[in-house]
């Protein structure tokens, strides 16, 4: 099964956003680094998961877990609620695309084992490219 880690990291809440994605379990491991633009840490968090599903299914990967160390994220996908009406519209989309995986997992995962995720978000904070 392909892991996929995310995470989002924002300089201020809002400010300057970027989402950290890595996937394994295949055979060459991907690591994307994606600005954002100014926007809230939960929103990038949410933006993380938007891109990661988008590649997966861009690359045929339909049998996925995704790890978050996002609460907020986690929660929304397994109740498929957004407590935040402003949430809304990403986690819709985001269950429009889940909704097209064979299989789907969402995981939380504390911070200390999503450090790759991490890093690759804080790196677009800087100006990474994905």
């Known amino acids: 099964m392909i892991e996929v880690y ?11 956003s970027g989402a950290g994605i890595f996937i394994k379990g295949i055979a060459n491991p991907v690591l ?8 809230s840490n939960h929103e990038a968090e949410y933006q993380a998961l938007l ?3 988008k590649y997966c299914l861009s690359h045929n990967y339909k049998v996925v877990s995704f790890r978050t160390d996002s609460q907020l994220v986690d929660r929304a996908i397994e109740k ?9 519209p990403l986690l819709d989309e ?6 097209q995986f064979d299989l789907f ?8 084992q999503n450090k790759v ?9 800087q100006g990474g490219e994905k």
């Open 6 to 16: 995310i995470d989002g990291a924002t300089k201020g809440n809002p400010g300057p």
């Open 32 to 39: 994307l680094s994606i600005p954002l633009g100014v926007m």
């Open 51 to 53: 891109f990661a599903l």
């Open 80 to 88: 498929q609620f957004a407590k935040n009406k402003a949430y809304a």
């Open 94 to 99: 985001a269950l429009q695309l889940i909704a």
């Open 105 to 112: 997992f969402m995981k939380w995962i504390p911070s200390s």
């Open 117 to 125: 995720a991490d890093e690759l978000a804080r790196k677009a904070l």
